[in-house]
């Protein structure tokens, strides 16, 4: 028998379905393979991590967390595709942390240059350089790049498993595994003889992986259609769990209040009359805050409030003015980058018109749906976490080093997730759970922060400043020399997460900014470092998020001062540099029925942004209705190389969208007294729908190389419509959000 123990204790354990016997395959594409997650038993075969097979049927093992973006369902669509399975017959779980299920994809962030130029054997060399993620354990789910990372292990992994069992059924029925073909999950004989896969399991556990080509395009059932959700069921019917719906046998519940002054220590507390509410077990000291154990959540919630508390200063100025004027001082130093030099920016061509711009943005949290949870249970020689996390390894490490115990003896459960943004790839929820369960060792406890916890103690997507100066000649653009300053949101994750620097020029600090695919003859940009203790993270399209709406608001800019219709001063810097790119921006001039000149009382606008490998062009429209503006229309073409669900795709562009209109509308964290704030949503409103515009997206498949969907559709939105509210007003707004400028609908 197999030693269930072994197997659950590796996390294949989702409610009350577990991995059980029988044989699994998987592969990636590296040197020396991973260890495999599972340990297999007397009569089993666990050959490689992503397929498993046994009595019960066919399971899928997808380890990337689903957070809305529908990765699930294609990761299993990319298994199923090859392996012959039907998506409404296999089960899907969730992989444990494991080396093996390393994110291939993030050596992108590794390789310099533009993105859009990028060769074949560049590609592929960014591809290789990309599985150095195994020997740092690096499973997380990010970057937009799951697809990417998956769409060639994954197939393999299916085909694979195909031809095994093929091999299994021709060993057992005495013909040729060439004479055999496979559907729905059998192998099916010249005889019309049928073999379920299930069936084969045992024999297949011991026989030698066979290796497959994978199958043409053409021949494909579910990658390039459109595909109905895994999860789609149990989100109608409110049985997929989350972390803030696990429920364990003996719970108890808990509630933290942290110091507002982010970063700052906790002098001291007095919780005296927080001890004698009934139902309050324990008060836990957390250091710079202080945590409160009791039969159910909203009591300690209310004891967190009986406490009271002296807190420390900030460690940073106090003020949102002081803190940009922090921000902009970073110009006085040196760059930290100039990753793009092209000409000669200090020559203005004799006779150009030289057009000059400062911008500002402001943090923005990530204000996920599902606050900050999770459940722990620590025992002295094992912990279990239960909660949903973009990076699962890093989850494990940071805990069992709260917990000082080995990484093999804490098992992470990743439930589904509701929000990411980045906020979920931090580690402090699931550490600050770690340490609360220490205090009542054999017992499961949940923390659940307050809405008001969560919105005060994020890491923001950082407050940036961005000075442009450029020039324009006989309606060409000539010049564009720009800087932006702001924190570097991965240079301090890499830090607080592990110690370690970042070295060289920070590449994520200025994409967006130096890789957008314009032929301008003479083209600077630059990158400085604000030093500042205000913690910041990934937020949903990282560097991009901010630096689209410095670059593209001041093309806008210097197409006006050319005397350009914007939208073709774009095509005509961006035809001969990048097709795909342009052709992006062609089509939502046909959707849109672009002309360049809009009636009395409706303004439209144009931008641009290739990120994550995909180019995405948008045109937004704003209409005033009797003095309030309301966002009416949008419009969208993006180019991902290959779509692999086209609708799902749509969703996700439409998503990021109306993500980066939100923000450029209405969004911002501010400082006060060293202070959030922003407490609730009432103080953080978001796009709603009734302020939210109708809108049409198109999908192309121009680009050489795939790329990715969640994150790409955020960056544009928000110039496009800066761009739409000046064609409307006539004034030029150079600070988010919007509503600081303008009358908008909210």
Request: aromatic letters at 8%; one cysteine or more; hydrophobic letters at 45%.
């Given at each position: 028998m197999a030693s269930v123990g072994k197997i659950l204790r590796r996390s294949f354990l989702i409610g009350s379905t577990a991995i059980v016997g029988g044989v699994a395959f998987g592969a990636y594409a590296v040197s020396r393979p991973a260890p495999n997650p599972l340990k297999p038993g007397d009569g089993e075969a666990a050959l490689n991590p992503f397929v498993f097979i046994d009595q019960q049927g066919v399971t899928l093992i997808t380890p990337r967390a689903e957070m809305g973006q529908g990765v699930q369902s294609t990761w299993a669509a990319m298994i199923a595709e090859e392996l012959d399975v039907n998506l409404d017959d296999v089960r899907v779980l969730h992989g444990p942390p494991a080396k093996a299920y390393y994110n291939s994809a993030f050596g992108d962030y590794t390789v310099f240059g533009k993105g859009y130029d990028r060769g074949e054997w560049q590609h592929a060399y960014t591809e290789a350089i990309g599985h150095v993620a195994k020997l740092v354990n690096l499973q997380i789910t990010g970057g937009s790049a799951s697809t990417r990372d998956g769409f060639v292990r994954l197939r393999e992994a299916g085909a694979t498993a195909r031809e095994t069992l093929k091999e299994a059924a021709a060993q057992r029925l005495g013909v040729s595994r060439d004479s055999l073909?496979?559907?729905?999950?059998?192998?099916?004989?010249?005889?019309?003889?049928?073999?379920?896969?299930?069936?084969?399991?045992?024999?297949?556990?011991?026989?030698?992986?066979?290796?497959?080509?994978?199958?043409?395009?053409?021949?494909?059932?579910?990658?390039?259609?459109?595909?109905?959700?895994?999860?789609?069921?149990?989100?109608?019917?409110?049985?997929?769990?989350?972390?803030?719906?696990?429920?364990?046998?003996?719970?108890?519940?808990?509630?933290?209040?942290?110091?507002?002054?982010?970063?700052?220590?906790?002098?001291?507390?007095?919780?005296?009359?927080?001890?004698?509410?009934?139902?309050?077990?324990?008060?836990?000291?957390?250091?710079?805050?202080?945590?409160?154990?009791a039969t159910n959540t909203w009591l300690a919630v209310q004891a967190c409030d009986a406490i009271g508390v002296e807190w420390g200063p900030a460690p940073y100025p106090e003020t949102s003015d002081a803190i940009y004027a922090e921000i902009a001082r970073s110009f006085d130093g040196r760059a930290n980058s100039r990753l793009r030099n092209d000409g000669d920016v200090t020559d203005l061509p004799e006779g150009a018109q030289r057009i000059e711009a400062e911008y500002k943005v402001p943090y923005l949290a990530h204000a996920t749906m599902e606050p900050m949870n999770a459940t722990a249970r620590f025992t002295g020689d094992a912990l279990e976490i239960w909660c949903g996390t973009q990076a699962p390894t890093l989850v494990q490490w940071?805990?069992?080093?709260?917990?000082?115990?080995?990484?093999?003896?804490?098992?992470v459960h990743t439930t589904y997730l509701?929000?990411?943004?980045?906020?979920?790839?931090?580690?402090?929820?699931?550490?600050?759970?770690?340490?609360?369960?220490?205090?009542?060792?054999?017992?499961?406890?949940?923390?659940?922060?307050?809405?008001?916890?969560?919105?005060?103690?994020?890491?923001?997507?950082?407050?940036?400043?961005?000075?442009?100066?450029?020039?324009?000649?006989?309606?060409?653009?000539?010049?564009?020399?720009?800087?932006?300053?702001?924190?570097?949101?991965?240079?301090?994750?890499?830090?607080?997460?592990?110690?370690?620097?970042?070295?060289?020029?920070?590449?994520?600090?200025?994409?967006?900014?130096?890789?957008?695919?314009?032929?301008?003859?003479?083209?600077?940009?630059?990158?400085?470092?604000?030093?500042?203790?205000?913690?910041?993270?990934?937020?949903?399209?990282?560097?991009?998020?901010?630096?689209?709406?410095?670059?593209?608001t001041f093309i806008d800019e210097m197409a006006h001062a050319a005397g350009r219709d914007p939208l073709e001063f774009r095509l005509e810097l961006m035809r001969t540099e990048h097709a795909p790119s342009a052709a992006c921006l062609e089509a939502v001039r046909e959707m849109s029925g672009w002309t360049g000149k809009t009636p009395d009382g409706v303004g439209r606008g144009v931008a641009f942004c290739y990120s994550f490998g995909t180019s995405v062009a948008q045109v937004v429209e704003v209409v005033d209705e009797d003095g309030t503006i309301r966002v009416n229309k949008a419009w969208l073409a993006c180019d991902p190389g290959l779509a692999v669900d086209p609708e799902n795709i749509k969703a996700q562009m439409f998503g990021g969208m109306i993500f980066g209109l939100s923000a450029a509308c209405f969004e911002e964290i501010s400082f006060a007294d060293g202070q959030v704030e922003q407490l609730n949503y009432p103080d953080y409103p978001l796009m709603r729908m009734h302020t939210a515009p109708e809108v049409e997206i198109r999908i192309l498949e121009n680009n050489a190389h795939m790329g990715g969907a969640g994150e790409p559709g955020t960056p544009p939105a928000m110039p496009a419509l800066g761009n739409a509210l000046f064609d409307l007003t006539g004034i030029r707004a150079r600070e988010l959000p919007f509503i600081k400028t303008f009358d908008l609908l909210i």
């Open positions: 073909r496979t559907e729905g999950g059998k192998v099916i004989a010249p005889d019309g003889q049928e073999l379920t896969y299930a069936q084969l399991a045992e024999d297949a556990a011991r026989v030698n992986p066979v290796d497959a080509p994978l199958r043409d395009a053409s021949n494909w059932r579910y990658l390039g259609k459109p595909m109905d959700r895994i999860d789609m069921v149990p989100k109608a019917t409110g049985t997929a769990e989350f972390g803030v719906d696990v429920r364990l046998p003996g719970m108890k519940f808990a509630a933290l209040r942290m110091n507002p002054r982010l970063g700052g220590n906790m002098l001291s507390f007095d919780a005296s009359a927080a001890s004698e509410m009934p139902g309050v077990e324990q008060i836990v000291d957390l250091g710079r805050g202080v945590a409160v154990i940071d805990c069992a080093k709260r917990a000082g115990l080995e990484t093999d003896q804490v098992t509701g929000g990411g943004f980045g906020r979920r790839a931090e580690l402090d929820f699931a550490n600050l759970a770690t340490q609360v369960a220490m205090a009542m060792p054999g017992t499961p406890v949940q923390l659940t922060w307050t809405r008001e916890e969560d919105m005060t103690h994020g890491f923001y997507r950082p407050a940036a400043v961005a000075r442009m100066s450029g020039a324009v000649l006989d309606g060409q653009a000539v010049m564009i020399d720009g800087q932006v300053a702001a924190q570097p949101p991965i240079a301090q994750m890499a830090d607080r997460m592990a110690g370690l620097p970042l070295m060289g020029p920070d590449k994520v600090l200025v994409e967006g900014f130096y890789n957008q695919p314009y032929a301008v003859p003479n083209y600077r940009m630059r990158g400085y470092l604000a030093d500042l203790a205000v913690p910041v993270g990934i937020w949903r399209s990282v560097g991009n998020s901010h630096n689209a709406f410095f670059q593209e």
